[in-house]
């Protein structure tokens, strides 16, 4: 098997670096004879798809992302589509995308997976915006006040880990953001509302760890669409501590819808985040792609990481 790392060195405050050179002594050591094994390092923004692009060109079985969801979601765009596996090492801040799949969080224990593990096929999502490309997501998509969150977060120093940025980027938005008039339709139903957020989640956890979408399966062909509707402030800091337990099921206020399409208009133009970064802007579409992407995970582990599956004998 052909292995290819793509790794962004800055990724978690630059944990990735320390990261990276405990897995490349893991490869040195690594017996088995059939895996070769290259890496490249990402140089900035943008990098991680043009090194996944051309990997997946030449021909590697496996690419695998080393940092954080920024990285992973690069690594899907350079690769969707082209038949190589994708892993994950998880040397980010929130890596909410290996919570999300049941990747451990142990950097080396998911480099071991990412050598010697078997892929199985999961969904992925597409966001078409009316103007401006349209990009593949693997864990969450969103509008609204979590986007505005994340370009708050993402202006932030990465210095205090992820959820002090997420609860500070989150209060300094509480300041002005207010719930936008929208239509969504859904599977070609049409609703109107005031919305706080909308997240399109195919994992669970996004942000650090909060479960946005608590039901979602990453493999079930379908997005799980959470609508959060007319919150005010002190309505959203009552509800945010919350979400780390999923507690937002049972509020009035919030949604669920399991769906395949998803296209989103709102009155004023509202940025669009994909794995935490700001990639758009409404209106836009989602587009569910069951089973689309290969990717390597422990198999029938992990609350919230798929179906549950019958160890593979080994
Ligand atoms: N060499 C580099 N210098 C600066 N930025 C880079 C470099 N390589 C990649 N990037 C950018 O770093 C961003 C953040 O990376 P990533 O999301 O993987 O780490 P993180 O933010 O620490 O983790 P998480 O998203 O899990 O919280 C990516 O969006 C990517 O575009």
């Known amino acids: 098997m052909r292995v290819y790392f793509v790794v962004n060195p800055t990724a978690g405050r630059g944990r990735a670096n320390a990261v990276w050179k405990r897995i490349v002594a893991l490869l040195q050591s690594h017996r088995e004879n059939d895996v070769e094994w290259e890496a490249a390092l990402t140089d900035g923004p943008g990098a991680a798809t043009r090194l996944a692009a051309r990997a997946a060109e030449r021909g590697y079985d496996r690419i695998v992302g080393v940092g954080g969801d920024g990285t992973l979601s690069e690594v899907l765009n350079g690769m969707a589509g082209s038949g190589a596996e994708i892993a994950a090492v998880p040397a980010g801040t929130g890596n909410d995308y290996c919570r999300s799949a049941g990747i451990p969080l142990d950097p080396m224990a998911a480099g071991r997976l990412a050598l010697s593990g078997t892929a199985v096929p999961v969904d992925i999502g597409e966001m078409i915006p009316r103007s401006g490309r349209p990009r593949f997501f693997l864990n969450v998509a969103g509008i609204g006040f979590d986007a505005e969150v994340a370009r708050a977060v993402n202006r932030m120093p990465k210095r205090f880990g992820s959820t002090v940025p997420y609860v500070l980027g989150a209060l300094r938005t509480l300041a002005w953001y207010r719930p936008v008039p929208m239509a969504l339709h859904v599977d070609g139903r049409t609703l109107e509302r005031r919305v706080l957020l909308a997240a399109v989640g195919l994992g669970r956890y996004y942000a650090g760890g909060m ?65 935490g970064e700001v990639v758009g802007e409404l209106p836009a579409r989602f587009r569910i792609h069951p089973s689309r992407l290969l990717l390597v995970r422990e198999e029938g582990v992990a609350p919230g990481a798929g179906s549950a599956r019958v160890p593979a004998a080994r």
């Open 211 to 275: 479960m946005i979408t608590p039901d979602a399966v990453l493999d079930d062909g379908v997005f799980d669409l959470c609508v959060a509707g007319d919150i005010g402030p002190m309505g959203v800091v009552r509800l945010l501590p919350g979400i780390y337990r999923g507690r937002h099921r049972s509020d009035p206020r919030v949604e669920f819808f399991r769906c395949r399409e998803i296209a989103l208009e709102s009155t004023r133009p509202l940025a669009i985040h994909a794995e």
